[in-house]
């Protein structure tokens, strides 16, 4: 009995596979190989004196091929190739949008290449693109120029030496001298995106955006801009600059309308009039208010002549100084929560704080402390002014009270309602005590402390040198008393409210986050061992 033919599966697969890929081949050639039509012409001539193998067309001349319909005023069509070239008033439409001008042309049907010579113009949509001399292929609707162009849409003008356009995407690529031209601002690049549907610039490179009508400036190397809402959005390098304010951090969102930019990550906001830096991990500027916002690991730092004040808190915060002069661009830094701050001659903290930039005036409310040196000054609310010359002024008021230590064991002491005191060279020299003035200070003999005055007046005026009185007044005559220093009890060491917090004084700039700030930060700074190339 003869056994039934059996095909081989696998051989049967790869016939049908070669056969579909040879008739696809066949197809795709045939498309790209289609024979450019000639629908009109008024007139017909050869001349081979003039040019081989063509014929020239005169008048009203009409090709086809594929989707394109191109028309011109004369033309040469190659017999012995698929090709054409077309002189005066050239024009192809392509599809229902696309439509490409210029005063020649030069068509490869095979291959769907058209470039065109002088007077360029493509339609397509809501833009227009001029130039001199454009590549554009017909089968996938892309577009190039190298020498020079300029794009107009509803919003925008953009120029660049070299440009891309590619119609069926709505996208425009753009290199070389980019300048993009808005009513509310000028973009230049070296190199960009652009999607003319959306009319969003993407940027890919160092960039630039300047408002015509306010003196912001944006920066950017990624990221993108929509022209139409005037919003951004950046990724590298990123800043927003305008007459005194710089607004940096790894990623900015930018409304101009307005006025907001936002950062995250790394945020810097640097002051260049009153050389102040604020940096965090979050923060907001306003360029029409001039209001900032930094918070989340937020410092601040303020650049002097001899010395730099660092300060760190919760949330940090800027405004205007309305009583500021016109000559000056006055601010007010506020802090809030958990601040604390450190330069060379001066250290504190309290729970929230407010600095007026253009006198170096400090506001400092709940359970307020300053360090100068070897003293330390409290009250319910404190005002510092820091100047230069000397002396610089604490007003100290509501439960006033300083503490000078003469050594780990022993304190001088001032308390009152209210305590002004000038401070030179970051030592206290003198101290001016209203309300309830108390002292409690140590006598000396032969550098040696003999015993202590311990004295009650409605006002006394100290001055003093190295943290000793040398000079004391009492406004009436005091009450109270001298004790031998062996004669001293340990509670008579001690006004009502005192207490030494020198363990709470920052040393540094680094030692002003909280414990657990401090942790983090740590945690971040140790090196990762470096991962293999398996993982």
Not at 281 to 304: H, P, R
Not at 332 to 338: D, T, V
Not at 349 to 366: A, E, G, K, Q, V
């Amino acid at each position: 009995m003869r056994q039934p033919f059996k095909v081989n599966s696998y051989l049967l697969i790869l016939f049908v596979v070669g056969l579909f890929f040879i008739q696809a081949t066949q197809i795709q050639d045939g498309r790209k190989k289609k024979k450019v039509d000639i629908e009109n012409a008024d007139l017909y001539t050869y001349d081979a004196s003039i040019i081989a193998n063509a014929q020239r067309l005169l008048g009203n001349v009409r090709f086809r091929h594929n989707q394109a319909l191109m028309f011109c005023d004369s033309a040469y069509s190659y017999n012995d190739s698929n090709r054409f070239d077309a002189f005066g008033h050239v024009h192809i439409i392509q599809g229902d949008t696309l439509h490409l001008y210029g005063d020649k042309m030069f068509y490869n049907g095979d291959t769907r290449m058209a470039r065109f010579v002088h007077h360029v113009k493509l339609v397509d949509k809501s833009i227009t693109l001029t130039t001199e001399a454009m590549d554009f292929d017909l089968g996938s609707n892309v577009g190039y120029y190298n020498h020079n162009g300029k794009i107009v849409d509803t919003t925008n003008v953009l120029t660049s030496v070299v440009g891309r356009y590619y119609s069926n995407d709505n996208l425009m690529f753009f290199k070389d001298s980019v300048v993009l031209t808005n009513k509310d601002f000028v973009l230049r690049a070296d190199t960009l995106k652009y999607n003319s549907e959306t009319e969003k610039a993407f940027i890919v490179g160092p960039t630039t955006i300047k408002g015509t009508k306010k003196d912001g400036v944006l920066y950017s190397e990624r990221g993108w801009y929509d022209t139409r809402k005037n919003l951004a959005e950046l990724y590298r390098s990123s800043k927003i600059t305008n007459k005194s304010q710089v607004l940096e951090g790894d990623t900015l969102f930018y409304d101009r309308q307005t006025g907001n930019g936002r950062g995250r990550h790394r945020v810097t906001l640097r002051d260049t009039t009153n050389h102040v830096i604020i940096k965090g991990k979050f923060g907001i500027y306003n360029e029409n208010s001039k209001l900032a916002f930094v918070t989340d690991s937020a410092m601040f730092i303020q650049y002097g002549k001899k010395d730099t004040l660092f300060m760190h808190a919760d949330t940090l915060r800027t405004k205007p100084d309305t009583a500021a002069t016109k000559q000056k661009d006055g601010k007010f830094f506020l802090a809030f929560r958990n601040v604390r701050f450190h330069k060379k001659d001066l250290q504190g903290r309290c729970d929230s704080l407010s600095y007026r930039m253009i006198d170096s005036t400090m506001y400092m409310f709940h359970d307020p402390i300053i360090w100068s040196d070897k003293n330390q000054m409290t009250a319910d609310k404190i005002q510092f002014i820091s100047k230069t010359p000397d002396p610089s002024i604490a007003n100290l008021e509501d439960n006033a009270f300083i503490v000078m230590a003469e050594d780990s064991l022993l304190f001088n002491q001032i308390s009152g309602k209210l305590i002004v005191g000038q401070i030179f060279n970051n030592k206290l020299r003198v101290a001016d005590v209203n309300g309830n003035a108390q002292t409690l200070y140590y006598l000396k003999e032969n550098n040696k402390n003999s015993g202590m005055n311990k004295l009650l007046s409605s006002k006394i005026k100290l001055h003093l040198t190295d943290n000793h009185i040398d000079s004391i007044r009492f406004y009436p005559r005091p009450e109270g008393r001298s004790i031998p220093m062996l004669e001293i009890k340990p509670e008579e060491k001690r006004l009502d409210g005192f207490f030494w917090r020198e363990t709470e004084r920052p040393r540094n700039a680094n030692d002003l986050y909280p414990i657990d700030e401090k942790r983090k930060k740590n945690a971040g700074s140790i090196k990762k061992p470096a991962l293999s190339d398996k993982n």
